[in-house]
């Protein structure tokens, strides 16, 4: 097949294999055996990264299961919950299972998210990227560092979950919309395995405290927020893997 051919194939219209409806102008989702429509793929779980090798009879397998899913979501009790404004975690304590959304203001019904048993996990920990970079001003149209220099540090954190649930196998759920800042002057922190990256920031700040009274209460700000993603991270963890 020529690079004509295959572009011309890009653009032909063909049927869903799925619910039998004409798929639109590059609107195929390719299964191993088989043709899907956008709004075939969008009522698979929202975790599901094995479309391509999925064939059409397990796409309409899991489909069905997401019925099945949806409704089991009126009979979900909530009994305690962690989140705000990314990765919304309902735990149902009494009947040892749990959903995650992305976000607080959803409709759980619309979003129907999978729920997965306590005994399903097979993992969860608290996840973290760090990293950090030097701040510089313009002067005489040069970049050049401050005196002392002054450092901005970046942390996310997530809750990576590994399960043996059949179509939402493994996710890293962020904890905060937005990635947490907390920035230094003095001297540059080496640098550290990410995992430990907040405890050795604190330490670093204990011998090199900020030097003037509004710089420490922005810095203590600044911590206090990551310090209360991770704890939440570690919250969630301890609350399913000892349920």
Excluded at 76 to 92: A, K, P, Q
Excluded at 120 to 131: A, C, G, I, P, T
Aim: proline share 4%.
């Amino acid at each position: 097949m020529g690079l004509f051919d295959k572009i011309a194939g890009a653009f032909e219209k063909k049927q869903c294999d799925i619910c039998g409806g004409e798929i639109g102008m590059l609107g195929n989702k390719k299964l191993e055996n088989g043709n899907c429509c956008k709004e075939c793929v969008k009522k698979l779980s929202p975790w599901f990264t094995d479309r391509k090798h999925s064939t059409v009879e397990e796409i309409r397998e899991q489909i069905e299961y997401r019925e099945q899913n949806r409704e089991a979501l009126k009979d979900f009790h909530e009994t305690v919950s962690f989140g705000e404004d990314s990765s919304l975690f309902l735990i149902d304590q009494q009947n040892r299972r749990f959903v995650v959304l992305p976000r607080s203001n959803v409709d759980i019904y619309q979003v129907n998210p999978d729920i997965i048993e306590f005994d399903q996990v097979r993992e969860m920990k608290l996840d973290m990227s760090y990293s950090s970079v030097e701040e510089k001003i313009m002067r005489d149209g040069q970049r050049v560092s401050y005196n002392p220099p002054r450092y901005e540090h970046t942390f996310n954190f997530y809750v990576k979950i590994v399960t043996d649930h059949p179509y939402a196998h493994e996710h890293r759920c962020p904890l905060h919309a937005r990635s947490l800042k907390v920035h230094t002057a003095g001297p540059k922190m080496n640098r550290s395995y990410r995992l430990d990256a907040l405890e050795d920031l604190t330490r670093f700040l204990d011998y090199y405290p900020p030097i003037n009274y509004r710089d420490r209460v922005q810095v203590d700000r600044e911590l206090d927020d990551c310090y209360y993603f991770a704890h939440m991270g570690d919250e969630i963890c301890r609350t399913i893997m000892r349920g």
